[in-house]
Each structure stands twice: as C-alpha cells, then as structure tokens.
C-alpha cells in the first residue's frame, strides 16, 4: 500500500477514535505529536489526566487485533514522545494516562471500537 493511502487511512481512524474521545468529554489538545523519539496519536485531557492515545485501525483481523500491535518496543517509543511532550508543556504536574484505541473494519455493520484505558503505563508494562 502506498505511503499516501496509509497515511489517509490512519488520519481517518484517528478522527473516529478523537470523535469518540469527544463523546466521552475528553478534551483533544493535539493530534500526530512527532519528535526524533517517537509519535503520539493522539493527546486529550481527561478532567486533570493528560491521556497519549495510541490509534491502530484494522481492515481486517489477518494480523491480529489492533492493541496487539502496541509492542512493547512501540510502547517504549510513544513514551518518550509523550514524556517530551508533557515536558514542552509543564505537564508533569498532571497525572499521565496511556490508553490505546482499536478500531476494527472487518465486519459488517461499520467500524467497532475498543478502548483499552490505561493500556500501558509509564514503564512500559
């Protein structure tokens, strides 16, 4: 697939998953944070936490589920990004929150969510 149709196809998710956010009183403060360390998807304030959200988005299920794919080589990479983040904002005086959203294309009936709150934390565990 071509870098340019990823790309759409992950922007797209992203705007479901930051929809949903949206719907549950989330805040979105930033989307596609990238440094040298790494990348966020997606950035939202939950009251007082300051919530990284990693988005996988999956046409089908031939390579697994989508928070299969959150590695712990992956988690490690949007951490650090996340802690640069925080940093560049004085954010660490916030609680921080790791959650990942899966979103699944594979059946009928239009794409099913799966938000897995605090996924991961800090360590990477």
């Known amino acids: 697939m071509a870098k340019k149709a990823l790309t759409r196809a992950g922007e797209a998710g992203e705007s479901l998953a930051c929809e949903f956010l949206r719907r549950l009183g ?3 403060v930033a989307r596609n944070f990238r440094c040298r360390s790494g990348e966020v998807d997606v950035v939202a304030k939950q009251g007082g936490t300051t919530v990284f959200v990693e ?9 697994g589920e989508g928070h299969e794919a959150v590695t712990f080589g992956k988690r490690r990479r949007i951490i650090r990004a996340a802690k640069l983040f925080a940093a560049s ?19 009928s009936g239009g ?13 990477g565990c």
């Open 26 to 28: 989330y805040e979105i």
């Open 89 to 107: 904002r004085g954010l660490f005086d916030s609680p921080l929150r790791f959650d990942v959203i899966s979103i699944d294309r594979s059946g």
């Open 55 to 63: 988005v996988k988005d999956r046409a089908s299920a031939s390579h």
């Open 111 to 123: 794409p099913r969510l799966r938000h897995d709150t605090g996924a991961f934390d800090v360590e």
